[in-house]
């Protein structure tokens, strides 16, 4: 009972933080959704492009090269670890982003193209800049793994909130007063951001620590001294099997930064875009992406905790506790067809409404070139990003060390057919081909994944994947909705004026509320799911649905 409780609260926080995360995001993209747009209007689309695929690029290439394999080793540990050596582990992000910020920051200035002077001034500063900024991060990983281990959702949403804030506001005004600037501007912002993170960090901690909430938590800390690296005597340094599962996990992240972010290197080193075509695709694939980023992403990260917490890691179903297997099972089936019906709504919805969503947001700029077209592709895409973050969540938090280690391999092909089938597809059919590359690399992924969680449940009487199943009423809703806003988007959109955009949105409204009224009464668990872990303020009955 104490076991079965104890899932129950970890499946209560992951649910929690999830919720907050998503708000979060929310957030962060509308903020960065509503910055592209204003700046659009004061800078060039070069200096878009070298700034959100450039510049963003060396950033998150420094700071998930330095830090993503050891959270998920870290986050995996449970409160009762030895906390010293996992802080221990944790400040190697450190240094490691150190090495990774000068290597980047040299092959950025020394073998790729640099932008023209007269047309984008002050790349090496921007360069030395965002590099800093990554280190400056990093700082405060110990305590980021503290806080989500310990479910301290208040500090990840004002810290990130926050920092983000400072950021968008201090960018408009100075582009606002000061447009000349270019790449300054940028690059402030960029360190204000990452030095407003850390600080909020720091002082969250010297206020928690010691209190009467880190005591009922039980936190493992009793003073801020004991955040800082330390000998420890008589023991190792740090964690070995910890430091053992996060070199397999650092070799798998080498390989997913490339699927990741794979289409910027390619950008980057191949020069196959030039920066102003760069500049349109990275707004189109923000706009695209907003969903993924602000709704899947945090439904990942929250639930990856969730199943790792429930479920031991390696460990075969005969061989784990039944009601815990149960409940895993049954919150991967709901999730399944969360992401799905989400997935499907965006593409269905997207196809006809792209290039109204375009030209709104960047006008004739945006919609009479290739943005459209781009957009209808990453909302298919949106779909498949969908399914593979909650199948590789789970397939990930349950795997043993040796499968993650056979894994990379499987990691490793689809690395190098990405890169290929980018190059190729990009040659032949311009930035659309990024998007086909990796909807075909993203289909192959959760091809391994479905597999794999198949074969884990197969000994048992549970059917997760049932979750991927539409019901023929919403397969009729969603067939229905398509054929409406395609005629819809042929006859009223774009150019027919204010009153037939109107009509046009007016139909798309109705279309949606049509397939959400048929998701309500075709999916009752699906609801009460949502409502007992996303939408409840009644912990006490979170857990009927099951």
Same mark, same amino acid.
Request: with cysteine.
């Given at each position: 009972?104490? =076991? +079965?409780?104890? $899932?129950?609260?970890?499946?209560?926080? $992951?649910?929690?933080? =999830?919720?907050?995360? =998503?708000? @979060?995001?929310?957030?962060? /993209?509308? @903020?960065?959704? *509503?910055?592209?747009?204003?700046?659009? /209007?004061? *800078?060039s689309k070069e200096t878009v492009g070298i700034v959100n695929v450039r510049l963003m690029l060396l950033y998150s290439t420094v700071v998930f090269l330095a830090r993503e394999a050891f959270r998920k080793a870290c986050l995996n540990v449970g409160v009762e670890r030895k906390w010293s050596q996992i802080i221990n582990l944790l400040w190697l992000t450190v240094p490691l982003g150190i090495f990774w910020a000068l290597l980047l920051a040299w092959v950025w200035l020394n073998l790729v193209e640099i932008p023209d002077p007269a047309v984008v001034p002050h790349y090496e500063v921007g360069v030395i800049a965002f590099g800093i900024s990554a280190v400056v991060e990093l700082l405060s990983e110990p305590m980021w793994v503290l806080a989500q281990v310990h479910m301290l959702v208040r500090l990840k949403v004002i810290a990130e909130s926050l920092a983000m804030a400072v950021k968008c506001i201090l960018t408009v005004v100075c582009i606002t007063l000061v447009p000349h600037w270019g790449l300054y501007v940028f690059s402030l912002a960029q360190l204000l951001y990452s030095s407003t993170l850390l600080m909020c960090y720091l002082l969250y901690f010297m206020k928690f620590i010691g209190s009467q909430e880190a005591q009922k938590k039980s936190f493992p800390l009793s003073t801020l001294t004991d955040l800082l690296p330390k000998l420890l005597p008589y023991q190792h340094v740090v964690d070995l099997r910890? $430091?053992?599962?996060?070199?397999?996990?650092?070799?798998? %992240? %080498? #390989?997913?930064?490339?699927l990741t972010e794979g289409e910027r290197y390619l950008m980057t080193f191949l020069n196959i875009l030039n920066f102003g075509e760069q500049g349109v695709y990275d707004i189109v694939n923000n706009l695209g992406s907003l969903v993924a980023r602000f709704l899947f992403l945090p439904i990942e990260e929250s639930f990856y905790i969730f199943f790792a917490s429930v479920l031991e890691r390696g460990k075969e179903t005969r061989h784990q506790r039944e009601e815990e297997v149960h409940l895993a099972a049954i919150v991967l089936k709901m999730l399944l067809k969360l992401v799905l019906l989400i997935g499907v709504t965006i593409s269905v919805f997207g196809y006809s409404y792209s290039e109204l969503a375009l030209d709104i947001y960047g006008g004739s700029m945006l919609s009479s070139g290739p943005g459209p077209g781009l957009l209808r592709c990453y909302c298919v895409y949106v779909l498949l990003i969908a399914v593979n973050g909650v199948t590789e969540c789970f397939t990930f938090a349950v795997m043993s060390n040796e499968e993650v280690g056979r894994y990379n391999f499987v990691m490793l092909g689809l690395s190098l057919s990405f890169l290929g089938l980018s190059y190729c597809l990009t040659l032949w059919q311009g930035a659309v081909g990024f998007i086909l590359a990796n909807c075909l690399n993203m289909a192959l992924r959760i091809m391994h994944s479905l597999r794999y969680i198949s074969c884990y449940? /197969?000994?048992?009487?549970? /059917?997760?994947?049932?979750?991927?199943? #539409?019901?023929?009423?919403?397969?009729? $809703?969603?067939?229905?909705? !398509?054929?409406?806003?395609?005629?819809?988007? *042929?006859?009223? %959109? %774009? !150019? +027919? !004026?204010?009153?037939?955009?109107?009509l046009h949105i007016l139909f798309g409204a109705l279309c949606l509320i049509t397939v959400l009224v048929t998701i309500f009464f075709s999916e009752p668990k699906l609801v009460q799911f949502i409502r007992g872990h996303f939408l409840s303020q009644d912990k006490a009955k979170m857990f009927k649905w099951d």
């Open positions: 009972m104490a =076991a +079965q409780m104890k $899932a129950r609260e970890a499946l209560t926080s $992951a649910a929690t933080l =999830a919720s907050h995360s =998503a708000g @979060l995001q929310v957030l962060f /993209r509308v @903020l960065t959704f *509503v910055m592209n747009g204003y700046t659009l /209007r004061y *800078v910890l $430091a053992k599962l996060t070199w397999t996990f650092y070799k798998q %992240c %080498c #390989l997913k930064q490339i449940f /197969r000994p048992t009487e549970h /059917r997760p994947l049932r979750g991927l199943q #539409l019901s023929a009423p919403l397969c009729l $809703a969603y067939l229905a909705s !398509g054929i409406v806003t395609v005629l819809s988007q *042929v006859t009223l %959109c %774009c !150019g +027919q !004026g204010l009153m037939f955009r109107s």
